[in-house]
C-alpha cells in the first residue's frame, strides 16, 4: 500500500481552482518527483500535503489526502505536520537561534526531552542531513553564519530531527548553486531508504536523476505520472512528451 | 556639495545643541547642588545682597514621574503588545482586526489634554477622590503610549520573516508557542524601540497631566495621591520671577531632555540590532 495518496484533490486560493482533483499514489522508501511547468500547481500540491496550503487566508482544499490509509483532513492539523517534515523553497533558519537550537526546535516546542535525548538527535539529524563535520565545531554559533546551501541543509536537519515518515521538499535547491545542489541530490539518495520523499522541482534533470517516479502537472491537472525512466523515455501524452524534450515550460 | 552637506547638518544639530546649551547653562547650577534629585524645591528667592539661594531639589517631581511612567507602562505595553500580536498573526483580514488597527491610528491622532479630560470625566463617574493620582495620570498617558507602541511592534511583527512562521508551522509547532517564542523573540528588538519611544513620549506630556496627577511638590504620598511629574514642574516654575525656582525648571528640563535623549539612542541601538539579526537568511 502507498504511504500515502491524494484522492481527488483540489486546491483554491479563492478565485479559481489551482489544482484540479489530482489523485496520486506516494511509495514509502522511495522518492517521487513532482514536475511541471510554473505556476502549474506543484507547490500548492506539496502545500496540501501538509496542510500548509489552508493557513494562507482563504485558501480552501477539497478532496483527500491519505496517509497511511487515513485522511489527514481529518485530524489534528499540528500533528499530522508532526508526522509530514516539510523543506522550503528558501532556506528559513530560525535567524535568533544556533544551529543547535534550530535542529532541537521540534524537540524543545513539542514535548519534554532529557538533554542527553536532544544531543543525541541533533547529532544524527545533522549527520543524515550531511552537514555535521561542517558544524559539529560550532553548534552554538547562529545559524545565519551558515552559507545558504548549510543553511538549507540545516533546514533538512531540523525536520528530519521531529522524526517524520515524510519528507516533503519544495524545490529546495532553487535558491542554491550547483555545488550545494549536489550535496542536496547525495542527500536525497540517501534519505529515500529511511523515509517517503516527495520533491517538488522545476527541474527536469533533477527529476530525472533522483526520482524513482515522477508525475507531471500542468494547469492544475495530473498529466501523466509513471516511473522517471519510462515517462522521460517513453512519454505516453503529447503534452509530457513536448515537456520533457524542452519544447515549452 | 560637502559644504551644503555640512550646512544641512549644522542646521538639523543647531537647535538640538542650542536646547540643550540653554538648560546646561540654566539649569546646571540647580542640577550640581545638593538635594536636586532628592529634596523638595526651596522656598521662592531671588539673590540680592546678603542673600545667598538655595535650589532645594525635585524630589516629588522625578518620584512622580517614575511612578506615572510605571502605570503607565504597566496598563499601555500589555495591552499594545497584545493588539499588534492579534492583528499580525491572528487577524490576518478579518475585521476586528481591521478595527483594531484603524482604532490605534485615531488614537495617535488624539490630542494629549482630550486624553486627560477624558480621564477626569470617566473618573468623576466613578470615583472622584481618585482623579488627581498617579493612577489617573498613569491611565492618561497608557492611552498615549498605547497607539506608539501597538503601532512599532506591529511593525517589528512585520519585519520578522514569513518564512520563519512556515518554518515553525511546518514542524507542527503550536500557534501559541510558535508566536511567543520564536517570533517574539526575533521581532524583540524592535519592540524595544517601540517601548522606549513610547516612555520617552508619556515622560515629556504635561497637558494631561494638568487635569489629572494634578502636581505635588510636597513629595510622593502614593499612588492614589496627587502626584507631580517633571513638565508639571517646569510648566508651574518656568513663569515664576525667583531665580532659583526659574533654575529648578531649566533642571528638571535638562533632567527630562537627558532621559528623551537616553531614550532615543537606547531605541535605535534596539532596531540596528534587529536589522542585523534578521539579516543572513538565505
Known amino acids: ?249 | 556639495m560637502t559644504v551644503l552637506t555640512g550646512l544641512t547638518i549644522l542646521i538639523v544639530l543647531a537647535p538640538l545643541l542650542s536646547i540643550l546649551y540653554q538648560a546646561i547653562s540654566l539649569g546646571g547650577p540647580a542640577v550640581v547642588s545638593p538635594h536636586f534629585f532628592t529634596g523638595v524645591p526651596a522656598y521662592p528667592c531671588s539673590p540680592r545682597p546678603g542673600v545667598t539661594c538655595q535650589y532645594g531639589g525635585i524630589g516629588p517631581s522625578i518620584e512622580g514621574t517614575l511612578a506615572l511612567l510605571l502605570v503607565a507602562s504597566t496598563i499601555a505595553i500589555p495591552i499594545g503588545l497584545a493588539a499588534a500580536i492579534y492583528i499580525v498573526e491572528y487577524g490576518g483580514d478579518r475585521p476586528a482586526a481591521r478595527a483594531i488597527s484603524a482604532a490605534a491610528d485615531i488614537l495617535s491622532g488624539v490630542p494629549s489634554i482630550v486624553a486627560g479630560l477624558f480621564i477626569f470625566a470617566l473618573l468623576e463617574q466613578e470615583d472622584p477622590l481618585i482623579i488627581h493620582s498617579a493612577y489617573a495620570g498613569g491611565l492618561a498617558l497608557a492611552f498615549l503610549m498605547l497607539p506608539i507602541v501597538t503601532r512599532t511592534t506591529e511593525e517589528a511583527l512585520r519585519t520578522v520573516p514569513n518564512a520563519m512562521r512556515e518554518a515553525a508551522i511546518a514542524l507542527g509547532i503550536a500557534r501559541w508557542k510558535s508566536t511567543l517564542r520564536i517570533t517574539l523573540i526575533a521581532a524583540l528588538p524592535g519592540i524595544l524601540t517601540g517601548v522606549l519611544l513610547s516612555v520617552a513620549r508619556a515622560a515629556g506630556e504635561s497637558a494631561p497631566l494638568l487635569l489629572t496627577a494634578f502636581g505635588n511638590l510636597q513629595g510622593f504620598y502614593g499612588f492614589d495621591q496627587p502626584t507631580d511629574a517633571l513638565p508639571l514642574l517646569i510648566f508651574r516654575f518656568a513663569p515664576q520671577p525667583y531665580t532659583n525656582w526659574l533654575s529648578l525648571a531649566w533642571g528638571a528640563a535638562l533632567i527630562l531632555l537627558l532621559l528623551v535623549l537616553i531614550l532615543s539612542v537606547a531605541s535605535r541601538l534596539a532596531l540596528d540590532r534587529m536589522e542585523r539579526r534578521l539579516r543572513g537568511v538565505g
Not at chain 1, 479563492?14 to 505556476?39: C, H, K, N, Y
Not at chain 1, 532541537?104 to 543525541?120: C, E, I, W, Y
Open chain 1, 1 to 249: 500500500m502507498a504511504k500515502m495518496s491524494t484522492v481527488g484533490l483540489s486546491a483554491t486560493y479563492g478565485s479559481g481552482p489551482v489544482i484540479q482533483e489530482v489523485s496520486l499514489d506516494f511509495q514509502d522508501r522511495s522518492v517521487t518527483a513532482i514536475i511541471g511547468p510554473s505556476g502549474c500547481g506543484k507547490s500548492t500540491l506539496i502545500r496540501c500535503l501538509n496542510r500548509m496550503h489552508e493557513t494562507v487566508p482563504k485558501a480552501r482544499v477539497t478532496g483527500q489526502v491519505l496517509l497511511d490509509g487515513n485522511n489527514i483532513y481529518d485530524q489534528d492539523p499540528t500533528q499530522v505536520r508532526r508526522r509530514i517534515g516539510m523543506v522550503f523553497q528558501r532556506p528559513n533558519p530560525f535567524a535568533t537561534m544556533t544551529i543547535y537550537d534550530n535542529v532541537a526546535a521540534s524537540l524543545r516546542f513539542n514535548g519534554r526531552h532529557s538533554r542527553a535525548q536532544t544531543d543525541d538527535v541533533v547529532l544524527k539529524s545533522l549527520q543524515a542531513a550531511a552537514l555535521w563535520d561542517e558544524v559539529k565545531d560550532k553548534l552554538f554559533k547562529p545559524a545565519t553564519s551558515l552559507s545558504g546551501g548549510q543553511q538549507q541543509r540545516l533546514c533538512i536537519a531540523r525536520a528530519l530531527a521531529a522524526q517524520p515518515e515524510v519528507l516533503l521538499m519544495d524545490e529546495p535547491c532553487s535558491a542554491l548553486d550547483p555545488i550545494s545542489t549536489a550535496k542536496i541530490e547525495d542527500l536525497i539518495f540517501g534519505l529515500k531508504r529511511e523515509y517517503c520523499v516527495i520533491i517538488v522541482t522545476h527541474n527536469m534533470q533533477q527529476a530525472a536523476r533522483v526520482a524513482d517516479r515522477t508525475a507531471f502537472l500542468y494547469l492544475g491537472k495530473l498529466v501523466e505520472y509513471n516511473d522517471t525512466k519510462e515517462m522521460f523515455e517513453r512519454p505516453k501524452e503529447k503534452l509530457t512528451e513536448a515537456y520533457v524534450s524542452g519544447r515549452f515550460g
